[in-house]
């Protein structure tokens, strides 16, 4: 394309991988260029290394950037691997009620020695109606936020009971800790959370202990884009497959936890027109399989663990496997043995067909003549029929992969896409039609450059008090208004989903509904 050829609303896509940094520019539904750069400890010039590639194929077009979107895993993986982390006060809005289990119970030791065990529990809460059993005491709080300030926590998370049907108590109690405590980030659960107390409480205080963190690396980003000479609006890929601003990701960076695996399967439903589906996403650490349903993820029915935290994020449903294009392969006393240890974004220099001296997955495709890469004269001493076997086990673990996310005996169609997928060379068992996508290898880059945008609800209503068309009426237009102040175009905005899961343990009629909201971003008002 010449740079004479004019451009509108072009986006920027990226995925920050633990292995690459891939990257498209997008027109329309059209890919017009991709490019794929190892990623660097410092994301921010991981990003720059990738987008300099991009304009390099297509120069001219810095000033046509009409929003950039990013997927990546690193808040989630600061929390599994225990760094950067912020200690968090827990103050929970509740008694004299839920009393019998206090905060951050069944958490693991090592985790709760750096976040602290710094648990405040004060009087104030409501019933599920949203009327109050007990009144905030502004002094009991008064208290605690002067014992927090003393601690030097610069971190709040601040629970109440059913706080998504009453979250202005929430609000009220951080309003008091906040005027104690002005640098520290505090968070309320009915922001991050559903209905269920533990699960949104563990959710408050993993986000907020990623906040400080969160900053950091979207300060990093935002920098990298003014060295870039790009000024469009930054946008952050959330686990659900759309897209939050990047004020709400520093806000909210726990809702980004999976957004690499949604990226995959996004971008794999867009590259080849297909809504129902399991997509094989094989990058350099890891192999994700999760399944398409109406072309979205399938969100998983299970509480999700976070590093051995149970939360109630909303998640997509994908098993992860220690298997990738950087996995080290042994073999001892004739046992072969893939990982679960990877080179990760070291394979070009570690790995044999880069002049390195450690065995990997990769080198097995080259070997076998699946690939070209690197110099495969390097690799004619490794034993055919063992480059066979090894190849043989990896089929035989990402086929065991894919039978465990299909609902049931009979073969379904799957894609198979990330640069990784160069280690599978045959069809696959339980598949009945194969897809591999133009662009595969940067499949998550496109996922994260047609992320909608969306609105969300979940909360309780009382079906005998209204009825329920008219609590359906509500939720939708809730979550249509939460789509619409998210930065969707109001003419794009469909509501996609509705839950209706009826509070059979209560003797009333209440229903917690679940209602979202998407729409394509309104690039127009992006700007």
Known sequence: MSAATPMRDLRLGIDVGGTNTDGVIMQGSKVLCSAKRPTRSDVGGGVIDVVSALFEKLPGTQGRI???????????????????????AAVRVSLPKTDGVPPMIGWPRDLLSILGEHIYMVKGGSF??????????????????????????????????????????????????????????????????GLGLLDRENAAIVNASLMRLSRKVVDSLTQAFARLNIHAPLFLSQNDGTLLTADA??????????????????????LTGLSEAIVVDIGGTTTDVGFLSRGFPRETAQPHFIGGVRTNFRMPDVLSIALGGGTRVRSAAGQITLGPDSVGYRLTELGRAFGGAE????????????????????????????????????????????????????????????????????????????????????????????????????????????GREAALKLAKQEAINAALAAGASATSIEVVDI???????????????????????DLGAAQ
């Open 359 to 466: 065995l990997t997955a990769t080198d097995i495709a080259v070997r076998l003549g699946n690939a070209q890469l690197g110099n495969a004269d390097a690799l004619v001493d490794i034993d055919l029929q063992f480059a066979q076997q090894v190849q043989e086990a990896i089929h035989r673990r990402i086929e065991d992969a894919i039978d465990q996310m299909k609902t049931n005996s009979k073969p379904v169609p799957a894609i198979l896409v990330g640069g990784g997928s160069i280690l599978v060379s045959r069809d696959l068992a339980g598949v009945s039609v194969l897809h591999r996508p133009q662009h595969w290898d940067v499949t998550n880059a496109v996922g994260a450059a047609i992320a909608r945008v969306s609105g969300r609800v979940d909360r309780l209503f009382d079906y005998d008090a209204g």
């Open 249 to 270: 990701a520093v806000k909210f960076p726990v809702l980004t936890c999976s957004a690499g695996p949604t990226n995959s399967i996004r971008g794999a439903a867009f």
């Open 66 to 88: 009409r929003a950039a979107m990013i997927g990546t895993t690193q808040f989630v993986n600061a929390f599994v691997q225990r760094q950067q982390l912020t200690p968090v």
């Open 128 to 193: 599920y109606t949203g009327k109050e059993y007990a009144a905030l005491d502004p002094a009991e709080l008064e208290s605690v936020a002067k014992d927090i300030r003393d601690k030097k926590i610069m971190a709040i998370a601040v629970v109440s009971n059913f706080a998504p049907v009453r979250a202005d108590i929430e609000q009220q109690a951080a309003a008091i800790l906040a005027r104690f405590n002005p640098q520290a980030d505090i968070v309320c659960s009915a922001s991050v959370g």
């Open 499 to 521: 839950v209706e899961l009826p509070m059979t343990h209560m003797r009333s009629s209440a229903v917690q509904l679940k209602v979202r909201a998407v729409g394509d971003l």
